[in-house]
DNA sequence: GCACTTGTGAACGGCTTGTTATCAACGCTC
DNA sequence: GAGCGTTGATAACAAGCCGTTCACAAGTGC
């Protein structure tokens, strides 16, 4: 009924920065009313990359857990008498919720008596837009921090299996035995199943830092997973080559010389809903 | 920097990983000079069947983590300009730690910056104790919270079990005779079997505080314990390198020379569903 | 055919890990 | 409080893995 919404850059699958830090887009709600303050902090939740989404009054629980917020920001004044009680009902039903009051003047009591309710944390009107956004990351990383890791899904390709949790690829039960340099570039290029990626932009991605003029270590290391790939699943072909580009990863069938030929390769390629882009 | 050498008792696992089983009193530690404010702070911090430590200026980090803090409260006027330096650090070396900067006249500029380095939230002073003491506990409480991963109170693997209730694992009826942090080791160790874990997380977790660099504390007390488990039971292997990432436990057969040509390793991890699979 | 790109194998060297020893700190008994 | 055994932190050395690099072969496109 009354969703207005702005959804941040995503980037498709940025899955592969260096030391790990996983972070899908936050997904916030905003309880208020003043447009004004809603433009200023809509403009840094989209640097953030989060979602925003505005919402102009209670919105039952239900939805509320519907929407699987990271975060709640409420302004009391626009709820009205009753808004103590949503407070209440919201911080029960939603205890893992980081809810921020951001409201106008206040007194001490109402302040201890929203924290002590459920609410993390109230910030009082008029407020910096930045610093709205920094309480809010502070307490969604005080919430992550004790949080279960998050599992990350297991990517299935052709015959094998990349598990993130063992650092390790598998066909069937059958560990490839890959180093880690060798695991995160085929995480990355699984990833990113049926694009090309140049050379550039996986030296970036796996290493780190930038590729030196001349630097073959990406060539060094497809080999290695060729090779390993190769000797544990020779039936399928899985890191292609494209002549002064780069790699691209999808599992075919290795006696598709014939197919290849006739571009038939893209029936093969299956689990990527990303855009699948032959190059010639 | 390594002065003060605070091994002892430590027992910093207590808040990170037994979720909510019994709430120990908090321990809650002030940075303040201000003996009027800290007066009125310990009532309300009494009557909550807290503990208090009064510290007159920065104290060591070291010293900090031996404390086994639930929560520490800073007066940045106090620290002067150290202070931010001093403030960084503690957040880097316990992101675990709750910490409320709870200081004079500031900028929003300051109140960004603190919690952007790591802080959980910024009160002004002059403040009222009670809501000093709310927002202490909202974060307690967040922190708290989104720890719900039941540790299964005995695990079984290969020929050991492990026994929260008595600090010790077993082979039998025969104990190990594991010291607190071999125990503690083992215990996150067999509590993810399967699971690689990296060096710098088993250390936050059974250490309490992020690692220093060159540590190699790990290494030494999985030796330890490869030591006792080798000798305790000798037909399995527990432990498991992942060069350059961290260790993995899963019970295998000593005797899997044969059995790593054919990949049994990872059929027989896990104790769970998988059935060994002979190949080929 | 020529220039350039990519595949392949091997060797070097650095960094990671295994292992042992030493010492400070602590708890215990007396 | 002194003496003694235990625990944990740290340093030092050895061993070996792994990433980088090089040289050369093979392949690609013009």
Chains 1, 2 share one sequence.
């Not at 409201?103 to 009591?109: D, H, K, Q, R, Y």
Request: net charge neutral; with cysteine; proline share 6%.
């Amino acid at each position: 009924m009354n969703t207005a919404y702005t959804a941040g850059v995503t980037t498709p699958q940025d899955e592969s920065h260096a030391p790990g830090s996983r972070t899908a887009p936050l997904r916030l709600a905003i309880i208020d009313g003043d447009s004004g303050f809603l433009q200023v902090v809509e403009k840094r939740v989209r640097a953030r990359g989060w979602q925003q989404r505005i919402l102009t009054g209670a919105v039952p629980v239900d939805e509320l857990v519907s929407m699987r917020l990271g975060a709640l920001v409420v302004d009391l004044a626009v709820l009205g008498a009753p808004g103590w009680a949503y407070l209440e009902q919201v911080c029960a039903a939603l205890p893992a919720l980081p809810v921020i009051v951001c409201t106008g003047p206040s007194t001490v009591a109402q302040r201890v008596r929203a924290l002590r309710i459920g609410a993390d944390d109230w910030l009082g009107k008029p407020c910096h837009p930045e610093e709205l956004v920094a309480r809010i990351e502070a307490i969604v990383r005080r919430g992550r921090l004790a949080a279960p890791p998050v599992e990350r899904p297991i990517v299935e390709a052709g015959e094998i299996s990349i598990k993130p949790d063992q650092f390790q690829a598998f066909v069937g039960t059958r560990s490839l035995d890959l180093t880690r340099r060798e695991f995160e570039l085929i995480r990355l290029l699984a990833g990113n199943a049926g694009q090309v990626l140049e050379r550039e932009a996986i030296y970036q991605r796996v290493w780190g830092y930038a590729m030196a003029h001349g630097d073959r270590s990406v060539d060094v290391f497809v080999r290695k997973l060729r090779q390993k790939l190769e000797r544990a699943s020779p039936q399928w072909r899985y890191i292609h080559t494209h002549f002064g580009v780069g790699y691209r990863f999808a599992p075919e069938p290795a006696d598709s010389a014939a197919a290849e030929d006739t571009g038939l390769e893209s029936a093969v390629e299956a689990f990527s809903e990303e855009t699948y882009a032959p190059v010639s």
